[in-house]
């Protein structure tokens, strides 16, 4: 299972033999991917209205556990997401 026996050294994703490069502009895969975008930001939301008690989780937190929930790839798990 190479997905398992992959170490990371580095924060680039690990060259693949046979892989074509990445083009310019392309964001598949990377922190600017909008499909991306478009969970962590349906998470935020919906984790923003739930309540645990009476305590809301601040913004900050969502964005953490949601970041966790949908990364796919090494550089959407490891970015600092930093709320506007």
Not at 6 to 16: D, E, F, H
Not at 32 to 46: G, H
């Amino acid at each position: 299972d190479t997905i398992d026996s992959t170490i990371w050294r580095t924060g680039k994703a690990p060259k693949v033999p046979g892989e074509k490069p990445r083009e310019k502009g392309e964001t598949k895969g990377t922190r600017k991917d909008p499909d991306f975008l478009r969970s962590i930001s349906d998470c935020k939301s919906q984790c923003e209205k739930s309540t645990f008690g009476s305590l809301a989780k601040t913004k900050e937190e969502c964005l953490d556990e949601c970041q966790d929930i949908c990364c796919t790839t090494y550089e959407q798990c490891t970015f600092a997401i930093t709320p506007r």
